[in-house]
Protein backbone atom coordinates (compact mmCIF):
# COMPACT_ATOMS: atom_id res chain seq x y z
CA UNK A 1 0.00 0.00 0.00
CA UNK A 2 0.92 3.48 -1.11
CA UNK A 3 2.21 5.66 2.17
CA UNK A 4 -0.42 8.00 -0.07
CA UNK A 5 -2.96 6.05 -0.02
CA UNK A 6 -5.99 8.12 1.00
CA UNK A 7 -7.03 5.59 3.77
CA UNK A 8 -3.99 7.04 6.08
CA UNK A 9 -5.98 10.13 6.09
CA UNK A 10 -9.00 10.22 8.76
CA UNK A 11 -12.49 11.81 7.88
CA UNK A 12 -14.74 12.63 10.09
CA UNK A 13 -18.60 11.68 10.15
CA UNK A 14 -19.74 15.29 8.78
CA UNK A 15 -16.80 14.52 6.01
CA UNK A 16 -19.58 14.07 2.74
CA UNK A 17 -20.85 16.88 3.96
CA UNK A 18 -18.19 19.02 4.69
CA UNK A 19 -16.48 18.56 1.41
CA UNK A 20 -19.66 19.52 -0.88
CA UNK A 21 -19.71 22.69 1.35
CA UNK A 22 -16.16 23.55 0.85
CA UNK A 23 -16.28 25.69 -2.41
CA UNK A 24 -12.41 27.17 -1.59
CA UNK A 25 -11.03 23.50 -1.39
CA UNK A 26 -9.11 24.73 1.29
CA UNK A 27 -7.73 22.09 3.68
CA UNK A 28 -5.41 21.72 6.88
CA UNK A 29 -4.72 18.20 9.14
CA UNK A 30 -6.26 18.63 12.47
CA UNK A 31 -4.94 15.42 14.83
CA UNK A 32 -4.64 12.91 11.36
CA UNK A 33 -8.09 13.81 10.60
CA UNK A 34 -8.51 16.50 7.05
CA UNK A 35 -10.99 19.85 8.16
CA UNK A 36 -11.81 22.69 6.10
CA UNK A 37 -9.50 25.64 6.80
CA UNK A 38 -12.55 28.02 4.62
CA UNK A 39 -15.50 27.42 3.04
CA UNK A 40 -16.15 29.84 0.56
CA UNK A 41 -14.96 33.07 2.82
CA UNK A 42 -13.05 33.66 5.72
CA UNK A 43 -14.76 36.86 6.67
CA UNK A 44 -18.88 35.62 5.97
CA UNK A 45 -18.09 32.35 7.85
CA UNK A 46 -16.93 34.54 10.40
CA UNK A 47 -19.86 36.98 10.13
CA UNK A 48 -22.13 34.61 10.59
CA UNK A 49 -20.80 33.34 13.98
CA UNK A 50 -21.29 37.03 15.05
CA UNK A 51 -24.63 37.79 13.54
CA UNK A 52 -26.35 34.44 12.87
CA UNK A 53 -25.10 31.17 13.40
CA UNK A 54 -22.10 29.25 12.54
CA UNK A 55 -21.32 25.52 11.87
CA UNK A 56 -17.93 23.87 12.91
CA UNK A 57 -17.09 20.52 12.67
CA UNK A 58 -14.85 19.47 15.65
CA UNK A 59 -14.83 15.85 15.43
CA UNK A 60 -10.86 15.74 15.64
CA UNK A 61 -11.21 17.11 19.12
CA UNK A 62 -9.70 14.34 21.20
CA UNK A 63 -12.11 13.35 23.61
CA UNK A 64 -11.27 10.40 26.50
CA UNK A 65 -14.33 8.75 28.34
CA UNK A 66 -13.09 8.34 32.05
CA UNK A 67 -15.16 6.04 33.94
CA UNK A 68 -14.98 3.93 37.49
CA UNK A 69 -15.46 4.55 41.42
CA UNK A 70 -12.59 6.39 41.82
CA UNK A 71 -12.71 8.92 38.19
CA UNK A 72 -13.53 12.09 39.92
CA UNK A 73 -11.10 11.43 42.52
CA UNK A 74 -8.52 10.64 39.69
CA UNK A 75 -9.42 13.78 37.48
CA UNK A 76 -9.17 16.13 40.70
CA UNK A 77 -5.70 14.81 41.02
CA UNK A 78 -5.00 15.36 37.30
CA UNK A 79 -6.39 19.13 36.78
CA UNK A 80 -4.93 22.29 38.55
CA UNK A 81 -8.57 23.18 38.91
CA UNK A 82 -10.93 22.31 42.23
CA UNK A 83 -13.44 20.07 40.59
CA UNK A 84 -15.54 19.33 43.82
CA UNK A 85 -18.49 21.67 42.59
CA UNK A 86 -18.39 19.88 38.98
CA UNK A 87 -21.66 18.34 39.42
CA UNK A 88 -24.07 16.00 36.67
CA UNK A 89 -24.90 18.03 33.69
CA UNK A 90 -21.87 20.32 34.29
CA UNK A 91 -18.87 21.11 31.90
CA UNK A 92 -15.65 23.22 33.50
CA UNK A 93 -12.80 24.82 31.40
CA UNK A 94 -9.52 23.42 33.09
CA UNK A 95 -5.63 22.80 32.38
CA UNK A 96 -3.36 20.28 33.55
CA UNK A 97 0.45 20.12 33.99
CA UNK A 98 3.20 18.04 34.61
CA UNK A 99 5.28 17.36 37.32
CA UNK A 100 7.32 21.06 36.77
CA UNK A 101 4.20 23.07 37.13
CA UNK A 102 4.26 23.94 33.11
CA UNK A 103 0.87 23.06 31.08
CA UNK A 104 0.57 20.17 29.44
CA UNK A 105 -2.55 21.36 27.36
CA UNK A 106 -6.07 22.69 28.12
CA UNK A 107 -9.63 21.43 27.74
CA UNK A 108 -13.21 20.73 29.06
CA UNK A 109 -14.53 18.32 31.20
CA UNK A 110 -17.46 16.91 30.88
CA UNK A 111 -19.45 15.54 33.61
CA UNK A 112 -21.86 12.45 31.99
CA UNK A 113 -23.18 10.76 35.14
CA UNK A 114 -21.77 10.36 39.11
CA UNK A 115 -19.24 8.25 37.86
CA UNK A 116 -18.41 8.81 34.13
CA UNK A 117 -16.80 11.64 32.90
CA UNK A 118 -15.84 13.06 29.36
CA UNK A 119 -12.22 15.26 28.92
CA UNK A 120 -11.65 16.94 25.62
CA UNK A 121 -8.34 18.47 24.76
CA UNK A 122 -6.50 19.56 21.53
CA UNK A 123 -3.64 16.89 22.23
CA UNK A 124 -3.41 13.56 22.25
CA UNK A 125 -2.36 12.51 26.08
CA UNK A 126 -3.77 8.86 26.51
CA UNK A 127 0.01 7.35 27.59
CA UNK A 128 0.01 9.41 30.13
CA UNK A 129 -3.46 9.47 31.52
CA UNK A 130 -3.27 5.92 31.66
CA UNK A 131 0.19 6.41 34.12
CA UNK A 132 -1.40 9.04 35.85
CA UNK A 133 -4.12 6.41 37.13
CA UNK A 134 -2.09 4.11 38.86
CA UNK A 135 -3.67 3.44 42.03
CA UNK A 136 -7.20 4.86 41.14
CA UNK A 137 -9.87 2.47 40.07
CA UNK A 138 -10.60 4.46 36.60
CA UNK A 139 -10.80 2.94 33.41
CA UNK A 140 -9.60 5.69 30.01
CA UNK A 141 -11.16 5.21 26.67
CA UNK A 142 -10.13 7.62 23.80
CA UNK A 143 -13.38 8.11 21.93
CA UNK A 144 -12.41 10.44 19.27
CA UNK A 145 -13.69 7.81 16.53
CA UNK A 146 -16.79 7.26 18.28
CA UNK A 147 -18.26 10.67 18.68
CA UNK A 148 -18.99 13.02 16.03
CA UNK A 149 -19.34 16.96 16.98
CA UNK A 150 -20.68 19.86 15.76
CA UNK A 151 -20.05 23.27 17.35
CA UNK A 152 -22.91 25.74 16.25
CA UNK A 153 -22.18 29.36 17.23
CA UNK A 154 -23.58 32.54 17.09
CA UNK A 155 -26.83 34.82 17.92
CA UNK A 156 -29.38 32.68 16.23
CA UNK A 157 -27.79 29.14 17.23
CA UNK A 158 -30.89 28.79 19.74
CA UNK A 159 -32.98 29.93 17.47
CA UNK A 160 -32.32 27.06 14.90
CA UNK A 161 -32.25 24.31 18.05
CA UNK A 162 -35.41 25.25 19.33
CA UNK A 163 -36.38 25.19 15.56
CA UNK A 164 -34.73 21.81 15.29
CA UNK A 165 -37.07 20.22 17.91
CA UNK A 166 -35.24 20.35 21.34
CA UNK A 167 -37.81 21.52 23.63
CA UNK A 168 -36.57 23.20 26.48
CA UNK A 169 -32.98 23.60 25.03
CA UNK A 170 -33.35 27.30 25.76
CA UNK A 171 -33.25 26.53 29.55
CA UNK A 172 -29.38 25.36 29.28
CA UNK A 173 -26.97 27.80 31.13
CA UNK A 174 -23.28 28.33 30.40
CA UNK A 175 -21.38 24.75 30.26
CA UNK A 176 -25.12 23.16 31.36
CA UNK A 177 -25.47 19.95 29.19
CA UNK A 178 -28.14 17.83 28.50
CA UNK A 179 -29.83 14.87 25.95
CA UNK A 180 -32.50 15.13 23.87
CA UNK A 181 -33.69 13.11 21.48
CA UNK A 182 -32.84 13.34 17.62
CA UNK A 183 -34.64 11.00 15.08
CA UNK A 184 -34.61 7.54 17.65
CA UNK A 185 -31.19 8.29 19.16
CA UNK A 186 -29.94 10.56 21.71
CA UNK A 187 -28.31 14.11 21.09
CA UNK A 188 -26.10 15.75 23.45
CA UNK A 189 -25.99 19.65 23.70
CA UNK A 190 -23.92 21.16 25.78
CA UNK A 191 -23.82 24.91 26.35
CA UNK A 192 -20.17 25.48 25.34
CA UNK A 193 -17.60 26.85 22.43
CA UNK A 194 -14.78 28.75 21.31
CA UNK A 195 -16.25 32.15 20.02
CA UNK A 196 -16.81 33.88 23.35
CA UNK A 197 -20.51 34.11 22.01
CA UNK A 198 -23.85 32.41 22.41
CA UNK A 199 -23.39 29.12 21.12
CA UNK A 200 -23.69 25.34 21.41
CA UNK A 201 -21.44 22.18 20.95
CA UNK A 202 -23.52 18.83 19.79
CA UNK A 203 -22.74 15.65 20.26
CA UNK A 204 -23.97 12.59 17.97
CA UNK A 205 -22.77 8.75 17.31
CA UNK A 206 -20.89 8.29 13.95
CA UNK A 207 -24.48 6.91 12.38
CA UNK A 208 -26.64 10.01 12.65
CA UNK A 209 -23.86 12.21 11.77
CA UNK A 210 -24.86 13.35 8.70
CA UNK A 211 -28.67 13.22 9.74
CA UNK A 212 -27.88 16.08 12.17
CA UNK A 213 -25.76 18.12 9.76
CA UNK A 214 -28.83 18.14 6.90
CA UNK A 215 -31.85 18.73 9.66
CA UNK A 216 -29.25 21.48 11.36
CA UNK A 217 -29.16 23.18 8.16
CA UNK A 218 -32.71 23.07 7.18
CA UNK A 219 -33.45 24.23 10.81
CA UNK A 220 -31.37 27.25 10.35
CA UNK A 221 -32.27 28.01 6.29
CA UNK A 222 -34.40 31.07 7.86
CA UNK A 223 -31.44 31.88 10.60
CA UNK A 224 -28.53 32.43 7.17
CA UNK A 225 -26.88 29.52 8.74
CA UNK A 226 -23.32 29.14 7.35
CA UNK A 227 -20.31 26.16 7.64
CA UNK A 228 -16.88 27.55 9.22
CA UNK A 229 -13.74 27.04 9.00
CA UNK A 230 -10.66 26.97 10.94
CA UNK A 231 -9.82 30.23 9.83
CA UNK A 232 -12.68 32.00 10.48
CA UNK A 233 -12.68 30.26 13.97
CA UNK A 234 -9.08 31.57 14.97
CA UNK A 235 -10.48 35.26 14.27
CA UNK A 236 -13.46 34.74 16.65
CA UNK A 237 -11.58 32.77 19.44
CA UNK A 238 -8.70 35.46 19.34
CA UNK A 239 -11.50 38.55 19.58
CA UNK A 240 -12.86 36.20 22.52
CA UNK A 241 -9.19 35.99 24.37
CA UNK A 242 -9.04 32.77 24.35
CA UNK A 243 -6.02 30.88 23.67
CA UNK A 244 -4.92 27.27 22.14
CA UNK A 245 -2.39 25.17 22.72
CA UNK A 246 0.18 24.22 19.74
CA UNK A 247 -0.15 28.24 19.08
CA UNK A 248 -0.10 30.05 22.28
CA UNK A 249 1.91 27.47 24.25
CA UNK A 250 4.06 24.78 23.84
CA UNK A 251 2.44 21.62 25.60
CA UNK A 252 4.67 20.48 27.76
CA UNK A 253 5.11 17.14 26.64
CA UNK A 254 6.43 18.49 23.29
CA UNK A 255 9.02 20.88 24.66
CA UNK A 256 12.34 20.04 23.75
CA UNK A 257 14.24 23.31 24.68
CA UNK A 258 14.08 24.98 27.86
CA UNK A 259 11.81 28.32 28.52
CA UNK A 260 9.48 27.21 25.58
CA UNK A 261 7.06 26.00 27.68
CA UNK A 262 4.70 27.24 30.14
CA UNK A 263 3.14 27.14 33.87
CA UNK A 264 -0.62 28.07 34.14
CA UNK A 265 0.50 31.54 35.86
CA UNK A 266 2.34 32.23 32.71
CA UNK A 267 -0.54 32.30 30.30
CA UNK A 268 -2.58 34.04 32.10
CA UNK A 269 -4.58 30.70 33.67
CA UNK A 270 -3.96 31.47 37.47
CA UNK A 271 -7.53 31.58 38.03
CA UNK A 272 -7.55 27.87 37.59
CA UNK A 273 -4.97 27.02 40.03
CA UNK A 274 -6.46 26.16 43.63
CA UNK A 275 -3.21 25.68 45.52
CA UNK A 276 -5.93 25.34 48.46
CA UNK A 277 -7.52 21.83 47.55
CA UNK A 278 -5.52 18.67 47.83
CA UNK A 279 -2.73 17.45 46.19
CA UNK A 280 -2.11 17.62 42.50
CA UNK A 281 -0.20 17.48 39.54
CA UNK A 282 2.83 20.27 39.56
CA UNK A 283 1.11 21.48 42.74
CA UNK A 284 4.01 22.04 44.25
CA UNK A 285 6.39 23.43 41.48
CA UNK A 286 3.24 26.07 41.04
CA UNK A 287 3.39 26.60 44.87
CA UNK A 288 7.15 27.30 44.40
CA UNK A 289 6.52 29.80 41.37
CA UNK A 290 3.92 31.96 43.44
CA UNK A 291 6.41 32.39 46.35
CA UNK A 292 9.79 33.15 43.86
CA UNK A 293 7.69 34.78 40.69
CA UNK A 294 6.94 33.29 37.27
CA UNK A 295 9.42 33.97 34.24
CA UNK A 296 6.47 35.07 31.45
CA UNK A 297 3.50 37.21 31.44
CA UNK A 298 0.72 36.38 28.65
CA UNK A 299 -0.57 40.01 27.75
CA UNK A 300 -3.53 40.71 25.33
CA UNK A 301 -2.15 44.34 23.19
CA UNK A 302 -4.06 46.80 21.16
CA UNK A 303 -1.74 47.22 18.50
CA UNK A 304 -1.84 50.44 16.42
CA UNK A 305 -3.00 50.09 13.03
CA UNK A 306 -4.20 47.64 11.34
CA UNK A 307 -1.77 45.22 10.28
CA UNK A 308 -1.70 42.10 12.37
CA UNK A 309 1.59 41.27 14.51
CA UNK A 310 1.74 36.96 13.79
CA UNK A 311 4.88 36.12 14.96
CA UNK A 312 6.05 39.56 15.69
CA UNK A 313 8.87 40.66 18.38
CA UNK A 314 7.73 42.96 21.35
CA UNK A 315 10.26 45.75 22.10
CA UNK A 316 10.35 48.30 25.04
CA UNK A 317 11.14 51.52 25.66
CA UNK A 318 15.09 50.76 25.33
CA UNK A 319 14.83 48.92 22.10
CA UNK A 320 15.40 45.69 23.73
CA UNK A 321 13.47 42.68 22.83
CA UNK A 322 11.04 41.59 25.83
CA UNK A 323 8.66 39.04 23.76
CA UNK A 324 6.99 37.26 20.96
CA UNK A 325 3.56 37.31 19.68
CA UNK A 326 1.50 34.48 19.79
CA UNK A 327 -1.53 34.85 17.88
CA UNK A 328 -2.68 38.09 15.81
CA UNK A 329 -5.75 39.09 13.91
CA UNK A 330 -7.56 42.56 13.17
CA UNK A 331 -10.93 41.53 14.65
CA UNK A 332 -13.84 43.19 12.93
CA UNK A 333 -16.51 43.16 15.25
CA UNK A 334 -14.34 44.49 18.26
CA UNK A 335 -12.68 46.97 15.74
CA UNK A 336 -9.17 46.42 17.28
CA UNK A 337 -5.78 44.91 16.41
CA UNK A 338 -4.96 42.55 18.82
CA UNK A 339 -2.43 40.21 19.63
CA UNK A 340 -1.39 37.77 22.55
CA UNK A 341 2.16 38.35 23.85
CA UNK A 342 4.46 36.30 26.05
CA UNK A 343 6.39 38.58 27.49
CA UNK A 344 9.64 38.60 30.14
CA UNK A 345 8.74 39.41 33.26
CA UNK A 346 8.34 42.21 34.17
CA UNK A 347 7.12 43.79 30.92
CA UNK A 348 3.62 43.60 29.97
CA UNK A 349 2.32 46.33 32.88
CA UNK A 350 -0.53 48.20 32.08
CA UNK A 351 1.91 51.62 32.20
CA UNK A 352 5.04 49.90 29.72
CA UNK A 353 5.62 51.65 26.46
CA UNK A 354 5.48 48.19 23.94
CA UNK A 355 5.95 48.23 20.33
CA UNK A 356 5.58 45.32 17.96
CA UNK A 357 7.99 44.56 15.12
CA UNK A 358 5.87 43.83 12.22
CA UNK A 359 6.70 43.12 8.58
CA UNK A 360 4.05 42.96 5.93
CA UNK A 361 3.85 42.04 2.00
CA UNK A 362 2.55 43.56 -0.77
CA UNK A 363 3.62 42.73 -4.17
CA UNK A 364 6.49 41.16 -3.23
CA UNK A 365 7.50 43.78 -1.73
CA UNK A 366 8.49 43.73 2.01
CA UNK A 367 7.64 46.71 4.90
CA UNK A 368 8.73 47.23 8.09
CA UNK A 369 6.72 49.02 10.72
CA UNK A 370 6.98 49.58 14.68
CA UNK A 371 3.60 49.86 15.87
CA UNK A 372 2.45 51.23 19.82
CA UNK A 373 0.94 48.42 21.70
CA UNK A 374 -1.03 49.11 24.60
CA UNK A 375 -2.37 46.07 27.48
CA UNK A 376 -5.84 44.99 27.61
CA UNK A 377 -6.71 44.62 30.39
CA UNK A 378 -10.11 43.72 30.26
CA UNK A 379 -12.28 41.19 28.01
CA UNK A 380 -11.79 42.07 24.60
CA UNK A 381 -15.28 40.94 22.92
CA UNK A 382 -18.07 40.14 25.68
CA UNK A 383 -21.97 40.06 24.79
CA UNK A 384 -24.60 39.55 27.18
CA UNK A 385 -26.04 37.36 24.86
CA UNK A 386 -23.22 34.74 25.95
CA UNK A 387 -24.64 34.46 29.31
CA UNK A 388 -28.43 35.05 28.82
CA UNK A 389 -30.83 32.63 29.84
CA UNK A 390 -33.31 32.04 27.95
CA UNK A 391 -31.44 33.32 24.77
CA UNK A 392 -33.33 36.34 23.03
CA UNK A 393 -34.28 35.04 19.50
CA UNK A 394 -32.56 37.27 17.51
Known amino acids: MSLHDESFVLKTPFHDRVAAACECNHWEQWAGYTTPSEYHSVELEYFAARNAA ?25 VTRDLSK ?11 CND ?11 RLGQETFRLCAQERHLDWLSWSALGFDV ?47 KLMVSRTGFTGDLGYELWVSPGQAELLWDHLFEAGSDYNIE ?15 FI ?54 FVKLDVAGQKPAESSFIYNHRG ?69 TPPADF
Open 139 to 185: DIVDETAEIGALALQGPTSCAVLKRLGLAGVDTLKPFDLAEFDFAGA
Open 227 to 241: AMGSSALSLARIEAG
Open 86 to 96: LRVGRVMYCVW
Open 244 to 297: QAGVDFVPAEQGIRLGRTRSPYELGLGWLVHLDKEHFNGRHALLDERRVGSRYR
Open 320 to 388: DAVGTITSAAWVPTAKRNVAFASLEMPWGRPEDSLRAEIYYIRELQWTRVMEPCTVIEGPIFDPQRRRA
Open 100 to 110: QGQVMDDGTIF
Open 54 to 78: AVFDLSPMTKYRISGPDAHAYLNRL
